[in-house]
DNA sequence: GATCCTTATACTCAAAGTGAGTATATAAAA
DNA sequence: TTTTATATACTCACTTTGAGTATAAGGATC
């Protein structure tokens, strides 16, 4: 096998934390980049070394680390191809104050139309006007605006975060595609943007993350080590934008045999709850859950 | 950003495809690695430099293709860091013969302890024996080899198949552990190796391609353009592993909007079947399934 | 043509799971 | 003591799922 001519490689961390029944993302410069910074040689592993570099730069101790995704740039520049290793990392926010420009920003500050537990009208009136416009004498276009934005009596499904980000800036209809040359199709949708490409690493996280909640244990690593259930379920909701039903939530943690009751409670306004903590075991193996296909007897 | 030392990038790929109800996979070198080349300049993304490679080497075209995972080497020679791309790719496969030595493989050739639709006595005479003895003293190592292969009552997940391939190499009871300096706890399970780390890479692919198969419609892809329930059913069974309650599994086809009715009917050795395909809307939009919570009414 | 083998397709039934809502308990604050 | 806020328990209808049985329709065999 030839070696191919040599390139440059560079990690980039999207750090989730929930803070305050808010998802935040640790930024850099004054909440307009994320994390990231080159592969250097030394490091064991790309995890070893997204986790040392991330530490050193921001003083914060990282969780679980997951990988989601490595692009490359077009050749962007003459001194050599460069690829870009993104990874998902899951922190307890420490209040700690950050030094210099490094920041905690919530990232519905990014992306406003997907949080739903609050009302807005992002969608009705700039969403779908720009959409609309976009695909104007194109019936195809228009579906899959409608399947994405949850818009003719679709139903919204909160992991297409990342779907939705790449049709509003197929649209032109986010600040980062005039810029890449795109032609808009109506109002800018608001939200914050991010350097280079990160604004849609974050909606990539977003996406993975609340895909993965629906069937695996990870809000764990974004719990303090003791919590009521609504404190749980308060963090879901941040997460995936949406609301839950308070007593089918309870029933369905308590079904499986995530917690283990601490024997303490909580104190504060209203009655005082139960404060649970996660299985010991449940936190060793990281259970995945099968997948529901109709099995035969043997 | 400080550019970082240069390095050198490898794509990995493992091209799927099912034909008599047999999962396969294409590899060089008569089966013993898997298609992999270096990252040349020229190409547009990652994917296409991919598609590029493989069409090229191996004459076969690619259908849909999904990033697996990218890892880097520790460093293995002094030349210089390198990191590898990998991917999953479906295709159909066409019978026309490979060139040289490019030929399709059954997976189960490399996992056979994977494929539960036939009678084995694998896991009970070999694995078991090989982990109880790496367990020795360990309950916790016990837990861990029982959940993952099922053992003592606990139901055996298709799609951990990584997770089964990482404890065996754990355990020494695989050729490339011991090749890597692990000591062996017993008798070699049996599955041919493949160069490299590409068993491990092909584990991935197979638990990723299982995990999807659940909850996305992504089978499409290997499948002819007309085809009857059943051998819809022989499809998902033969990546799965296991076996599928037949009744159950046409009400559930039938209940999603996902194929479409030919008008045509196979002939063979029983009562002729219909024969469908695809639905053109699920082709085009590879619609993603919302996860399962419990909203709350807004 | 009657019979058998094979596969397709239709239906049933009980158990488990899910969406939605109501009722009661227990603390702190007014 | 009443209000306010939250926790926890329970109900009920409806849907989904696992498992199984019954009937239909071809080709092959006698």
């Not at 997907?114 to 195809?140: C, F, M, Q, Y």
Request: aromatic share 8%.
């Amino acid at each position: 096998m030839t070696p191919g001519e040599p390139i440059h490689a560079e990690l980039i961390a999207v750090v989730v934390a929930v803070t305050d029944a808010q998802p935040r993302v640790l930024t850099l410069l004054d909440g307009s980049a994320l994390p990231a910074g080159p592969l250097e040689s030394g490091h064991r592993s790309l995890q070893a070394g997204l986790r040392h570099w991330v530490e050193r730069h921001t003083g914060h101790r990282l969780g679980h680390i997951e990988q989601l995704y490595t692009f490359a740039d077009p050749d962007r520049s003459r001194a050599g191809r460069s690829i870009s290793i993104c990874y998902l990392a899951l922190a307890n926010e420490t209040r700690t104050p950050l030094g210099g420009r490094v920041s905690w920003q919530d990232w519905y500050r990014f992306f406003p139309w997907e949080d739903r537990r609050v009302a807005h009208t992002i969608i009705e009136t700039i969403v779908k006007p720009g959409l609309s416009h976009w695909s104007a004498g194109n019936p195809e276009r228009l579906t899959r605006a409608a399947r994405l934005f949850g818009l003719d009596g679709e139903d919204w499904q909160e992991d297409r975060a990342l779907a939705r980000y790449e049709l509003l800036y197929e649209a032109g209809l986010v600040r980062e595609a005039t810029r890449d040359g795109r032609p808009a199709h109506g109002e800018f949708v608001p939200g914050a943007t991010l350097a280079a490409d990160h604004r849609r690493i974050l909606a990539t996280a977003i996406s993975r993350l609340r895909a993965r909640i629906g069937y695996r244990p990870v809000v764990f690593e974004l719990m303090a080590e003791q919590f009521t259930l609504l404190d749980l379920q308060r963090c879901i909701e941040a997460l995936t934008g949406q609301t839950l039903h308070k007593a089918n939530f309870r029933r369905l943690i308590e079904s499986q045999t995530l917690l283990e009751d601490s024997g303490n409670f909580s104190s504060g306004s209203g009655r005082p709850a139960k404060l649970y903590r996660f299985r010991a075991e449940v936190l060793a193996e990281r259970a995945e859950a099968g997948t529901r296909l109709p099995l035969a007897r043997p």
